[in-house]
């Protein structure tokens, strides 16, 4: 082989443990396992025919060459109707949305135009990140040149921050604040009113210490809500309107994952002036998301409440099954999901044991590393997720009633048989 070196910058960067864990899982089925997976973010639901049907016409009628590269005026216009409508975010023109090639890519431009790698002798600028959060949020911002400041919460609070926790984090060097309702991995959720104070000390930390200030609010799981917690967009505040990027995208409302569609708004005169940086830095990126996605995008977001509405039903259903199944297991403490399709248990009361195959349990990486290869279940270790995230372990049940319980019937069978090291 030769003896040359990759760049530093990615060599360091850590791998997304959500994505490692999916692939295994995949794998390990592809090989004939009777593997049950609990690992990916990604609804089991098909993409609704009607939006396939978009796609396939725009195909079939020549959509297939470059377009703008945030987008076309007329689905930029479907956007920014949807977040007025559905939001309640107002003064929005297509020239405020941006279209990328999924959430996360979305948030990767997003931070790229707003932080940067900082001069020799002066300090970056920094990301509040309430945490446990999704585990790419950090290393997008730090390759981005960013500094995150995290913010911890716990089970016991349903993982939430409080607005003062998020005051005394913000510095004069505050540059975003991020936040995820309904959560990726805790699946629980701000109610308006803690949004509504949230923005009131983000507004008040702006206009004294931090100028600088934009709120990230990561919307994508907004439709999978069931506990009876109205969604709410900070960015419909109008004192933090103009300071607000809304991310939201159609993979996880839409059973469309796999499509890599992911959509920004921030409107105000910074807004344009953000999604036009967006769109100079995707244009050396990647240009245009697929051509022929856009007439997809547009009948998502304009004719499928009715589906949407099936899978949050059935996700409802799902969650109900998960919090009482875990609610039953000794030693294990779980906040209850009121939105996402995830659950978050502590399982640290079980860090020290044994299992069955001599493997020993310390840490929520050892159990699941012992799960996946003993009992055939694959959940995702907590660590990558910071803060509290160590003690726990991510479980998406965003499969059938029966898969979740034979998943957890196997998962409390491991635990009862784990012997004390
Ligand atoms: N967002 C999903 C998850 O958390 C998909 C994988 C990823 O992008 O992290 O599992």
Redesign the pocket.
Known sequence: MLNMRLAPRVVNLKP????AF?NRAKTMKAQGLDVLSF????PDFDTPQKIKDAAIQALQAGQTKYMPTMGDAQTRQVIADKFERENGIRGLTPEHIGISS???HALYVVCHVLFDIPEPGQPAWECVLPVPA???YAPIVELAGGRVVEVPTTVETGFKATAAQIRAAITPQTRMVVLNSPS??CGTMYTPDELRQIARVCDEAARTIAPDLVILSDE?YEKIIYGGIEHFSIGSVPEVAERTVTLNGL??AYGM?GWRVGYTCMPGAFGLKLTSAMATLQGQMSTNITSFVYPAIRTALTECAAEVEEMRRAFAGRAEVANARLARIPGVKNARATGAF?AFPDVSSYFGAVSPGGRKINSALDLCEALLAEALVAF?PGEDFGGCGARHV?I?FACGEAQINAGIDRFEAFLGALRRG
Do not use: D, F, I, Q
Request: glycine share 12%; aromatic share 8%; net charge positive.
């Open positions: 997304s443990v959500t994505v999916m690992a990916a973010g990604e999924g959430g996360k999704w585990v790419s990726n991995p994508l993979s996880k994952t995830y995702v991510r998406s």
